[in-house]
């Protein structure tokens, strides 16, 4: 007698394989939501983030922003900055009442973070950002 294989779930893949399936299932805005998401590394290391999150689909996991809706943020043990970014990180998909006057509260990293995938949201990628000297 066969047993059908265990898919492994969101919480069970590999957190790098996890974050490239993300990754490259996404397209437009959302890639670059998730793309942004990946590299801030805390948010999506909390499992309550990718359980609300991470949803299996036909190819593996994906991001479903909307999930994330409805005040959902305030209960997923996020810090002020942390909050204040995943609600930016939202907005890039259109789900999301943070204004950019939001990012005050974003460390440097988080910020450079923003700024690169400004460029991937834009489809622009003529644009640099980094440090100039």
């Known amino acids: 007698m066969t047993t059908a294989a265990h898919a492994p779930t969101a919480d069970e893949t590999d957190p790098k394989a996890l974050e490239e399936q993300l990754i490259e299932s996404a397209t437009g805005r959302r890639r670059a939501a998730a793309q942004a998401l ?35 943020l305030h209960g997923l043990g996020l810090d002020e900055v942390q909050r204040a970014f995943l609600g930016l990180v939202m907005g890039m998909v259109g789900l999301s009442l943070h204004t950019l006057s939001a990012v005050e509260e974003l460390d ?26």
């Open 38 to 72: 990946v590299e801030e590394e805390t948010i999506l290391a909390l499992d309550a983030v990718r359980r609300l999150l991470v949803v299996e689909g036909e190819d593996g996991p994906v991001c479903q922003w909307e999930r994330l809706m409805g005040g959902r």
């Open 108 to 133: 440097e990293r988080r910020l450079l973070i923003l700024m690169r995938a400004m460029p991937l949201l834009a489809a622009n990628d003529r644009i640099a950002v980094g440090t100039r000297v």
